[in-house]
């Protein structure tokens, strides 16, 4: 029984829920174990998508002034933004414990 809780215990520190905005159980993890350069690679990809997509938002004149447009919008950016901001709380994690 002891290796069991061992075993979850080493999961449980490797596999990290991202931050859910939808649900208290995670669905989705990220492994901590992954390339430092892979984790970054992640992040950067969800924060400059998440950039780009506020940037065409703020540009295009129609669509700044339809609220309902831009409300949908808020959430899925909302989530790829926090998502790239978890991951980048995991490299920051793993840069410190190198040093």
Known sequence: MAFITQV???RMNRYI????LDSNVPALLI??????HVLHDAAVYRIRTVTEAL?????????????????????PLAT???DGCDLLDVVNRKLNSES
């Open 55 to 75: 940037e065409s938002l703020v540009c295009d004149e129609g669509m700044s002034e339809d609220v309902y447009l831009i409300d949908s919008w808020v959430k």
């Open 31 to 36: 492994d901590a174990q992954a390339p430092i």
């Open 80 to 82: 790829q933004l926090r």
């Open 8 to 10: 979850e215990s080493l």
């Open 17 to 20: 829920p991202l931050t859910g």
